[in-house]
């Protein structure tokens, strides 16, 4: 009897448990329900008190689209996006160490030599092609996961060169997220010289707002300078050269009025700051030079950032523009500004024939649909949009992040990391060819035959530029990089046939995380 007994107590104190824990998944389960309840319903009250045609609808729209999407994403490419989360983990933990480590040294800078000899470089013997920055660079996911402070992992963020086959040439880290890449032009006769054409500088500009940017070498990724923004000032993420390759123009943002100013650098004096004009706008963000030789086109996005948050702190009254200043004098050419005052006017391409490319990223509400590729030349009197298929701007998600243009052949690519997709447009008849689903890409840069001399108007030469293959290099945050050729015969074709594939795909994989720009020499 005794034994029996004890059998039953055991029973009933191993159920007792089980039934708790029953009870508290229960729980669980019921406040996460009505927790996530209430705060779409605290969203969505405070989205119709802004936009009364607000529905329920879109949260069970986007939801559905979500699941559809991972039901068709091949599961290599799940497994690149779990690298990718874990590698932005790490580099989250870095960039806090770093932020810190800067904030005991009391913004003290380095010297040159100092600086060079903290970057790792790694060199392959070819000529590179591309240029990007990379977020994560590649490391033992294993280790640094395990690493709670990430100790093990000196730096996370980089740059590469690329060679025509998209393989990696050389790579070098970054003690901070590096964004913009600009490449010192050279002269048309000395770009078919691969000497000549190796023998030049890029900059790699901080991730805005930052107070640095470096120049690297070329050829071998090697940094030969580390630039402080100078006192009040720091830097917007982009700049660009003078045709020549003697000047380079910065954007910045004075921290104390918060207008936007173009800083000028000697690059033949070791990149010293010798003057600085007014943006004529707030946030200025992508610079480029007019085929002209003479004139700066600036993109002030409007908007006014706080430094240590990167907050956005006028999204309702933000003013946008594209200003033509006079590269030499700093006087005011043109300003234009978009209709909608939340178009922040971010991203530039220039076709040779001096039309300026350009990306939009709407800070409005999510469901307006509003033109998000834009182009401009000098005179006239406001943007004109291309022409996007039943008007679904909203396949961007509001969301331009690079803009590229192919002159020779009349091609736009544009990239949006948020609306996971690369676009390429056809620039005779404005209208959209295609657009290629590529999660997370961001880069965006010409395909270009690297050995066609555009001097030459023989018939060989202008056969082998018909053969030459037209489209865009997109890099991507899972590690892909991926030539996007346009078909000829579908773009002939476009407005009769529906089934013919119009760009064709190919990718390369990476252990890395490309970051928002690439740039082609």
């Known amino acids: 009897m005794y034994s029996l007994d004890t059998k039953t107590a055991g029973k009933s104190q191993e159920q007792q448990p089980n039934n708790e824990l029953l009870v508290t998944s229960a729980l669980t389960t019921l406040s996460a329900v009505m927790g996530t309840a209430a705060l779409v319903g605290i969203h969505h009250s405070f989205r119709k ?121 050389w790579q070098t880290t970054m003690p901070e997220r590096v964004h913009d890449i600009v490449v010192q032009p ?17 900059v790699v500009m901080g991730r805005r707002p930052s107070v640095r940017f470096w120049v690297l070498d070329t050829a071998t990724g090697q940094v030969k300078f580390a630039i402080k923004a100078s006192t009040h000032r720091h830097f917007y993420g982009h700049a660009c050269y003078s045709l020549d390759g003697k000047l380079l123009y910065v954007t910045e943002n004075d921290t104390l009025s918060l207008d936007g100013k ?57 003013r946008p523009s594209l200003v033509y200043l006079n590269r030499h004098t700093g006087d005011l050419l043109e300003q234009i500004m978009p209709e909608h005052n939340q178009r922040s006017v971010r991203h530039l391409a220039m076709h040779d024939d001096g039309t300026v490319m350009i990306g939009i990223q709407f800070q409005g509400e999510k469901h307006i649909n509003v033109p998000l590729v834009l182009t401009h030349q000098r005179g006239e009197s406001d943007f004109k949009p291309l022409i996007m298929p039943n008007d679904q701007w909203q396949r961007f998600h509001q969301y331009i992040a690079s803009v590229a243009v192919d002159s020779e052949r009349n ?31 961001a880069g965006a840069a010409v395909l270009a035959n690297q050995h066609i001399d555009k001097a030459g108007d023989n018939n060989a030469n202008v056969k082998a530029k018909a053969n030459a293959h037209s489209g865009f290099i997109v890099s991507d945050g899972q590690g892909q990089l991926t030539a996007l050729t346009v078909n000829h015969l579908a773009t002939a074709e476009l407005a009769r046939v529906d089934n013919v594939e119009r760009i064709f795909i190919n990718s390369k994989y990476h252990l890395m995380s490309f970051d928002n720009h690439l740039q082609a020499l």
């Open 262 to 318: 173009i800083g000028i650098y000697n690059a033949c004096d070791h990149y010293q700051k010798i003057a600085e004009y007014d943006s004529h706008g707030i946030g200025p963000h992508e610079l480029i030079m007019h085929p002209d030789g003479e004139t700066l086109v600036i993109a002030n996005g409007g908007i006014k950032t706080e430094q240590a948050s990167r907050e956005e702190l006028n999204l309702d009254t933000m």
């Open 411 to 441: 091609l736009l690519c544009v990239t949006t990391p948020i609306g996971g997709c690369a676009a390429i447009y056809d620039l005779n008849t404005r209208t959209l060819i295609d657009d290629i689903s590529l999660p997370d890409c």
């Open 186 to 202: 050279i002269s048309d006769k000395q770009k078919f010289s691969t000497k000549n054409n190796q023998a030049r500088d890029v």
């Open 49 to 169: 008190h802004k936009q009364p045609d607000a529905s329920l609808w879109d949260y069970v729209a986007g939801m559905g689209a979500q699941l559809q999407l991972i039901n068709l994403t091949p599961k290599r490419e799940l497994v690149q996006f779990r690298h990718a989360c874990q590698q932005a983990a790490v580099a989250w933990q870095q960039a806090y160490r770093s932020q810190r480590d800067d904030d005991e040294q009391n913004n003290k800078s380095h010297s040159v030599s100092d600086f060079s000899a903290a970057h790792t470089t790694t060199i392959l013997p070819r000529p590179v092609c591309w240029v990007s920055g990379v977020a994560s660079m590649p490391k033992n996911i294993a280790l640094a996961t395990e690493d709670s402070d990430g100790s093990h992992n000196e730096h996370d963020f980089g740059v590469v060169g690329i060679d025509a086959d998209r393989q990696i040439v």
